[in-house]
């Protein structure tokens, strides 16, 4: 439309009824230029002047590099360098491409170098006396050693997890357990219930002398071995380390004790069939045993540096982003567990890595595209390197950093059981609000807000139809979070090289650990091996006329012969192993006793020293008579019974 001034671009007509239009609410003409919208805001009311300056736009869009570097003359120099001295002087593409290749190839031969000892190289301990090396076994955080599992995994009496004492092993632990040996599913030990903290039963650390090697208290045997480890200060928790586990037979209470890093152990007062502790290596020598993983991620993050600040972007987003996820899928946080003795394992662990790696590089192309090319491109230098690229690593390092959180999953149930965990939440919150409202501030600036909003609106519809499904749970790991908010960053400022690396870390982080899990998961799922899927257990009934015998019935007028197929009897536990499994409602304990010499001795010795009254903790569960360790429901959570006296105490409700 013509005006009647030559610098206007709507006569004055058409101005009024524009603005008509807007006054009766009505929508303004699709093919209005964004110049003729700024126009029109002039004989609007102030709050429709709000709503559509917020909607459109400044009038002037601009998005510019971050401005930080022309008030100082240093950072313009690096902002300057990699194009007008670098590029100047190697002005040969061919040139630089053989020095990248030059420089990649060192830094793979310093990883190489690192990592194959501890990968590939299977540790051994060479005694001082000249006898056969014996093999030291490689562990995970929370692994059991010589022990099964939870519960009745080690079957009647513990038998399936001899022997109990007189023997002596070598393992080899990662770094990072003081952590890495949390439980996030709640196990049952007696009648507390350890969940979000180490997995460490009674131990502590000794100090050895001439006349005993030892080099820790006993451990209950289904304590996590590394997490003791730790706990005893025999193994680092920024290197790991190797350690002799020596097993002790059974102990009448584990007392708690606080650890070398300042955290304290489980408490059990009472008997359990199998310990270990801790002796010295001082009569040998062991190889393979440090974990190179700080060290790889220290030299990574140094030698990307002149890679991300001298490459063209695209070729240093690639090279920092692959070799982030290589740093995290071998050496940082494993997927799997590597053992050199089994050279299978290594080869699967690669296998896995590549598996993940090629959806992965699709999800970091289009993030590419959507954003980073935008902020990388022809961007500040200066800023990638002071701004991306250490929020890059903090986001890689989320084990290390954002793990360490009191936050586990943002559900109902796990955030009332961890402490801090609402505290925590509510800072990410505020957190993340402020970036959110930062970075829309920055896309307003650059003219571009109605675009973004609309998608990010379509996103938060979408996650609340996912949430609303029945029978599943909304589940936003990590991975998810940055790859929706990556493309918000879409633009040059230095809000976004900050985000941008961080999220992008975060990705990378979830990914090579985890997979692409599922945006929506099962209740079972959530459990994460946790009771309470499973079938309903029996329900214990006391006699105070018969102090010693446990009785118990089904709930709801059930019988056993209700029972799904193959649950045709009892599991009966006491003090977290099982004693009994049959078809009787009824168990006198002084008949198992006369008849299970392993838990008579053990429960003679534990009375002998408490004085006279010993507990023992019961849990009863519907289970196979032929296939207990697998064919079983829920356990109740623990009844006490005091020894001899017959004093009970009744479980709380709730399955374990």
Known sequence: MAGASGNSLVDEDSYVQLDDLTHEGLAVPQNTSPKEEWLMLKRSNPFMRLLRRIWSG??????????????????????DFPKKKFQVRYSSWSTRLSILIVYCTLWAGILFFLLYPYLIRAPYFYPNDGSDRLPIYSLTCNSYWNWEGKNNACGKDASDCQPFSNVDYMIR??????????TYSAIAVGDQRVKYQSYEIGGGPLEATEDSRSLSFPYRADSFACDSAVHAGVVSPFFGGCARISMEGSQNSFPSRLGRYGHWSVAFDTFFPSSFSFKDLRDGISTGCYDPRIIVVIINALMGIPVFYLCDSLIGFWIVTIVGYWTIALALDPPLLTDPH???????????????????????????????????EDGSPAAKILLWYPTFWLGVLNNVTFDRLPVD?????????????????????????????IQAYSLWKSGRFRKYFKIYISIIAGLVFLGSIPGLNLRIHHYILG?????????????????????????LSGVSRWDFASIIETDFALLRGEAGSSLEPPVFLFDPSKP??????????????????????????????????GQNLTVDLDVLLEEDEVLSSMLEASVSQSNGNTKIYLRVARASTENPNFERGDYTNAGILEWPQGIWHEPSPGVS
């Open 58 to 79: 400044p009038e002037e869009p601009s998005d510019l590099k971050p401005k930080f570097v022309s008030k100082w003359t240093w950072l313009q120099y690096i902002d």
């Open 173 to 182: 632990c990662p770094a990072l357990c003081d952590r890495g040996g949390w």
């Open 342 to 376: 089994d050279p299978t394992s290594v080869y699967e662990l690669i296998s896995v890595a590549v598996q993940r790696l090629l959806p992965l590089c699709f999800v970091l192309y289009v993030e590419w595209k959507c954003a980073a090319k935008r902020t990388l």
């Open 409 to 437: 999953r943002l559900t109902a149930k796990d955030l009332k059981e961890q402490a801090g965990a609402l505290t925590a939440v509510g800072s990410i919150a505020a957190t993340i609000l402020t970036c959110a409202v």
């Open 483 to 507: 790859m929706m908010l990556v493309p918000g960053c879409a633009t040059r400022g230095s809000s976004a090289y900050l985000f941008q690396g961080i999220l992008i870390g975060l990705i």
């Open 548 to 581: 010693h015998q446990v009785s118990w019935t089904l709930n709801s007028n059930l019988t056993i012969n209700d029972s799904p197929e193959g649950i045709d009897g009892f599991s009966l536990l006491a003090n977290d192993f099982e004693i009994y499994v």
